[in-house]
């Protein structure tokens, strides 16, 4: 159930990195070890208690589920914030189902994404306004992410549960992009695979999935109130330019929220982000001047029911 008290702490999300946006399309996407790391960190200090993690090929920036790949960042990210790590199970549409899961197997961290269905994944319009690509890989893999599916069946759900959740103590950040993945959230909870709360992370906005209305999040609130009671804690994004709205209208429904350049390039209106910190700072004034508090990293753990930063493998 949404807590809309006075009182309550509002989790902030940054996810820095993903797997959608490209080198060319802005100079300020974290991609290589060094600035994924600095970003994650500059967005912890910013404000962020929570960081969604993909990892990136060190040489070209492409997209890589490789568990060392992972490592060339996390260690240092872990040494500089106390900020909980959540590795993406999602990778990119374009990897298979084991690489997907070969960083989280790695790392067993305190969090995890998981995508709840499968989605047409299609992030093609994200590449209308780069006029040179820097990189030969990054063309072709955003015009076809149009024929992409991204693929979450039931056994491959109850998979990421058992292989990463009951073998490490990992809990999930539950990646919805309808209300359909509500119901098949409930079916797992209802097997007992999965503890509670549940952190539902509700997108908006990707070519596939929800469309950014608003009403939808009212609606997502209302069957999530009436699947989970008082279970759940749900926070919410919208892709691009929808950021902002997303985040601030999760907060006002009780909830709370993600940002990051792995979901939107953009601080305002066709102005460009400089950095993920830069999100995170704005998130934190409209929160503030809500007048409600941003989460410490211990207080998003307690709120999750996460197993601890010294309990991770790296
Ligand atoms: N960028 C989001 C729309 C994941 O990492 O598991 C999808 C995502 C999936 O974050
Ligand atoms: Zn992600």
Same mark, same amino acid.
């Given at each position: 159930?949404?807590?809309?008290?006075?009182?309550?702490?509002?989790?902030?999300?940054?996810?820095?990195?993903?797997?959608?946006?490209?080198?060319?399309?802005?100079?300020?996407?974290?991609?290589?070890?060094?600035?994924?790391?600095?970003?994650?960190?500059?967005?912890?200090?910013?404000?962020?208690?929570?960081?969604?993690?993909?990892?990136?090929?060190?040489?070209?920036?492409?997209?890589?589920?490789?568990?060392?790949?992972?490592?060339?960042?996390?260690?240092?990210?872990?040494?500089?914030?106390?900020?909980?790590?959540?590795?993406?199970?999602?990778?990119?549409?374009?990897?298979?189902?084991?690489?997907?899961?070969?960083?989280?197997?790695?790392?067993?961290?305190?969090?995890?994404?998981?995508?709840?269905?499968?989605?047409?994944?299609?992030?093609?319009?994200?590449?209308?306004?780069?006029?040179?690509?820097?990189?030969?890989?990054?063309?072709?893999?955003?015009?076809?992410?149009?024929?992409?599916? #991204?693929?979450?069946? +039931?056994?491959?759900?109850?998979?990421? &549960?058992?292989? %990463?959740?009951? @073998?490490? !103590?990992?809990?999930?950040?539950?990646?919805?992009?309808?209300?359909?993945?509500?119901?098949?959230?409930?079916?797992?909870?209802?097997?007992?695979?999965?503890?509670?709360?549940?952190?539902?992370?509700?997108?908006?906005?990707?070519?596939?999935?929800?469309?950014?209305?608003?009403?939808?999040?009212?609606?997502?609130?209302?069957?999530?109130?009436?699947?989970?009671?008082?279970?759940?804690?749900?926070?919410?994004?919208?892709?691009?330019?929808?950021?902002?709205?997303?985040?601030?209208?999760?907060?006002?429904?009780?909830?709370?929220?993600?940002?990051?350049?792995?979901?939107?390039?953009?601080?305002?209106?066709?102005? #460009?982000?400089?950095? +993920?910190?830069?999100?995170?700072?704005? &998130?934190?004034? %409209?929160?503030? @001047?809500? !007048?409600?508090?941003?989460?410490?990293?211990?207080?998003?753990?307690?709120?999750?029911?996460?197993?601890?930063?010294?309990?991770?493998?790296?």
């Amino acid at each position: 159930m949404f807590d809309q008290g006075r009182n309550r702490k509002v989790i902030i999300t940054c996810a820095p990195t993903g797997s959608i946006h490209t080198p060319s399309m802005s100079p300020n996407l974290p991609v290589t070890p060094d600035q994924i790391a600095e970003a994650a960190i500059g967005a912890a200090e910013a404000g962020a208690s929570i960081l969604h993690l993909h990892a990136r090929n060190p040489v070209d920036g492409s997209p890589s589920p490789t568990a060392e790949d992972f490592m060339r960042f996390l260690p240092r990210i872990k040494q500089s914030t106390d900020a909980v790590i959540n590795i993406s199970t999602g990778g990119s549409a374009s990897m298979s189902l084991d690489q997907r899961i070969e960083g989280a197997k790695a790392v067993k961290p305190e969090l995890a994404s998981l995508n709840m269905g499968p989605l047409i994944f299609d992030f093609s319009g994200a590449g209308g306004r780069v006029k040179e690509w820097r990189h030969p890989w990054e063309e072709p893999y955003v015009t076809s992410s149009r024929g992409r599916i #991204m693929y979450n069946d +039931n056994v491959f759900i109850e998979r990421i &549960m058992t292989e %990463i959740g009951l @073998e490490f !103590g990992t809990k999930f950040e539950f990646e919805c992009y309808d209300i359909s993945h509500l119901y098949t959230l409930a079916h797992f909870a209802e097997k007992k695979l999965i503890e509670p709360p549940f952190m539902i992370q509700g997108v908006y906005g990707i070519l596939g999935g929800m469309g950014p209305d608003v009403r939808n999040l009212a609606h997502m609130v209302t069957v999530a109130d009436s699947l989970f009671g008082k279970d759940y804690h749900l926070s919410s994004f919208g892709a691009g330019k929808h950021q902002l709205t997303f985040c601030t209208q999760s907060v006002l429904l009780g909830g709370h929220c993600r940002v990051g350049m792995e979901d939107s390039l953009y601080i305002g209106p066709g102005q #460009m982000a400089v950095s +993920n910190a830069e999100q995170v700072s704005k &998130m934190v004034r %409209i929160i503030n @001047e809500l !007048g409600l508090e941003v989460a410490t990293p211990t207080e998003a753990r307690a709120l999750l029911g996460l197993k601890g930063g010294d309990k991770v493998g790296f």
